[in-house]
């Protein structure tokens, strides 16, 4: 399909139906992309309701599959930032609810759907997907069919949250206090669920970026652990390193974070900021400005030792049991030192 089809496609999809629900990621582009779409859908007179979770492993699950279908009963569904091939998750999706119309906005790995519409910036626009965020694309499809101008800051956020600002600045300059908000859903999603739904909640209510900004950050705790995070992996910097490790040792959920910020002062160079989770490590892996495409990395070696994970060129994230960790980081070091195959192309 030809993408101005899949375009019209996606156009026709948005005003086709009374009753939508969205699922969608619980970072910053994620959280933007789905309350977009909330706003998009109101703004055409349909029902929406919206579920993320601060553990992403959750969002997807069967469990949430079953308690949006009895609670909600919606008509169509929207997948804003996540992919349930890529979660292992779409056949228990349609287990769930049979042969709903689903539509999938998403910006990493494409995959093609049988019963399903996916749209993708690549297959768009052909711009590939680290410069091209969801809450972007969700903002340029629902500006298509309706006026968006009210919300263009919920699509800063995305923007600025995702490190697309070089790409829209023209969006970026209107708002330049986005980051705010960016930082406020790190602090509510490290904490946990209940204070990320909270949040959300509060930011779905804001009729203005004025108002938004007025609400107060729900955990500054959180700001302030992150500080301590990056004045620890600093000291432990050394020149020549391949790889730089942290290990994070605060409560919070905050490698994402703390790997954004690092990665930024210090472009070219590779961090992969760890978190023990259940029996093993949970990882944000961050690259700048680098030849090698963390995510194909990542992807390629975790799932030598038992674990996976994905990603952009820039930004990825994986997990690892314990037990294979120091194995992992030798093979990982290995495959940046050596990335002919993982070598940053034309696509990410």
């Not at 929406?48 to 553990?55: E, F, G, H």
């Not at 052909?126 to 903002?139: E, M």
């Not at 600002?165 to 490290?190: G, H, M, N, T, W």
């Not at 050394?238 to 490790?245: I, L, M, N, S, T």
Request: with cysteine; net charge negative.
């Amino acid at each position: 399909m030809d993408s101005s089809a899949l375009w019209n496609k996606a156009k026709t999809f948005v005003q086709e139906y009374s009753q939508y629900h969205i699922f969608c990621d619980s970072d910053a582009d994620g959280i933007s992309a789905g309350l977009l779409c909330v706003k998009g859908l109101e703004s055409l007179g349909k029902i929406a309701t919206l579920t993320t979770r601060a553990s992403r492993e959750d969002i997807l699950s069967s469990d949430e599959f079953l308690s949006v279908d009895s609670s909600y009963s919606p008509e169509a569904i929207i997948i804003v930032d996540l992919n349930p091939v890529s979660f292992g998750a779409y056949d228990s999706f349609r287990l769930v609810f049979g042969e709903i119309p689903l539509l999938i906005i998403d910006h990493h790995e494409i995959h093609a759907y049988a019963d399903a519409l996916f749209i993708h910036p690549q297959e768009l626009f052909g711009i590939r997907g680290d410069r091209y965020c969801s809450a972007k694309v969700v903002f340029d499809l629902f500006s298509s069919v309706t006026s968006m101008d009210a919300h263009s800051w919920i699509a800063a956020v995305g923007i600025v949250g995702d490190m697309n600002e070089r790409f829209f600045p023209e969006i970026v300059k209107e708002f330049p206090q986005a980051k705010v908000l960016v930082d406020y859903i790190f602090c509510a999603s490290a904490v946990d669920e209940e204070s990320l739904l909270d949040y959300i909640a509060e930011l779905r209510l804001a009729q203005s970026f004025d108002e938004a900004l007025r609400i107060p950050n729900p955990h500054p705790e959180v700001a302030l652990a992150v500080q301590e995070e990056i004045v620890s992996l600093r000291s432990q910097l050394k020149a020549g390193e391949a790889v730089h490790w942290h290990i994070i040792s605060s409560p919070f959920s905050i490698s994402g974070w703390v790997a954004n910020s690092v990665s930024v002062d210090f472009p070219g160079e590779v961090f992969v900021i760890l978190r023990e989770k259940g029996n093993g490590f949970s990882m944000s892996v961050r690259a700048q400005h680098s030849r090698i495409h963390v995510g194909r990395a990542i992807k390629s070696v975790a799932s030598r030792f038992g674990g996976g994970g994905g990603g952009h060129a820039p930004a990825a994230g994986g997990w690892v049991p314990s037990s294979s960790l120091e194995e992992f980081k030798k093979a990982f070091e290995e495959a940046i030192r050596s990335p002919q195959e993982f070598l940053v192309g034309e696509r990410a």
